[in-house]
């Protein structure tokens, strides 16, 4: 059973191919129709399940379409409209699903619902974002970089503002693809040390700041994120808080000469990132977006296969 539940968990090789499928199925599919379906339908006859216990746009379109244009079939729902809204286990709601669908993808707001999930239920389970991790969004996020050129290997990625979820994930694909990460964050905003360890002994380079300019100083690539995310309940002390790492033109200058600037969105410009950046010619937040699609059909495509 291959579960897609964090980046450090699966070997380097693996994520390897799935980046380059992501690549190679994004290029057979230009100037098609969004509800083509690919070549030979590789997902045909199986459906994919899409529970939600949070808000989301980008994640629930591509894993819908992405499932559609494999030749499979999609199922969304909402943890509130379901038995688990009312108390029902993780556990036995695992294990009832399995017996309707071939896939689960899961977004939750406690990370250990979707291990327990994986362990109780019997098919493959895809973490779609958790309090913890987000591994689908930085798989969209590599295959972006390198479609712009960027060699992963030894390439410097400077992540600016909250230690949050998406930037454990960055974290974790450090020793997979062979980038530096550079966080910068303010005092009680740093990433899980844990998480840093563990890939520092798996040969990642993580280096921590609480500056952002030297954390983008030759850097190829900044990325940002929201400084509240969803769950996070003080908003008012975490915008004044973080308000100094907001990413702005003067900070992407202290960056490479065309680094690319990336963000997960939704965004909040004038909070973590000004509009000028995001809006402007280095940032590939757009292709980012629709690179979820690739990345997922490609996830799913590896969960299902034997
Ligand atoms: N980046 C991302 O996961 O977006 P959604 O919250 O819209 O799914
Ligand atoms: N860190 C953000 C990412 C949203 C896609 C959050 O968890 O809300």
């Not at 070997?11 to 070549?39: F, H, M, N, Q, T």
């Not at 963000?263 to 995001?278: D, Q, W, Y």
């Amino acid at each position: 059973m291959k579960h897609f539940l964090d980046l450090i968990d699966i070997p380097a090789s693996e994520l390897r191919a799935i980046l380059d499928d992501a690549k190679a199925s994004r290029a057979a599919r230009v100037g098609w129709p969004k509800g083509k379906v690919d070549a030979g339908a590789p997902l045909a006859d199986h459906v994919l399940a899409m529970i939600f216990e949070k808000s989301s746009t980008r994640t629930r379109t591509s894993f819908d379409v992405g499932m559609r244009q494999l030749g499979g079939q999609t199922m969304f729902m909402t943890s509130s409209d379901m038995q688990l809204g009312r108390g029902e286990t993780i556990e036995d709601t695992a294990q009832v699903l399995s017996r309707f669908v071939d896939i689960v993808m899961i977004r939750a707001n406690n990370h250990d619902d979707v291990v327990n999930f994986a362990k109780a239920g019997s098919v493959p389970v895809v973490n779609g974002l958790t309090d913890k991790s987000h591994p689908c969004q930085i798989m969209a996020d590599l295959q972006t970089l390198e479609e712009r050129g960027l060699d992963l290997k030894g390439a410097r990625i400077a992540w600016v503002g909250d230690g949050n979820n998406v930037c454990a994930s960055f974290i974790d694909a450090t020793p997979k693809f062979g980038f530096s990460l550079a966080v910068a964050t303010p005092a009680g905003y740093s990433p899980d040390m844990a998480r840093v360890e563990q890939a520092r002994s798996e040969q990642g380079r993580v280096d921590l700041y609480d500056s952002a300019e030297a954390a983008v100083s030759s850097a190829d690539v900044v990325v940002a994120d929201t400084f509240v995310s969803m769950g996070d309940e003080d908003a008012e002390k975490r915008l004044s808080d973080l308000a100094p790492f907001m990413v702005d033109d003067n900070l992407m200058g202290k960056a490479n000469g065309g680094a690319v600037f990336l963000h997960c969105l939704p965004a909040h410009r004038g909070e973590e990132v000004t509009a000028s950046v995001i809006d402007g010619p280095q940032s590939a937040v757009f292709d980012e977006a629709e690179n979820r699609l690739h990345a997922q059909k490609a996830i799913l495509k590896w969960c299902l296969e034997t």
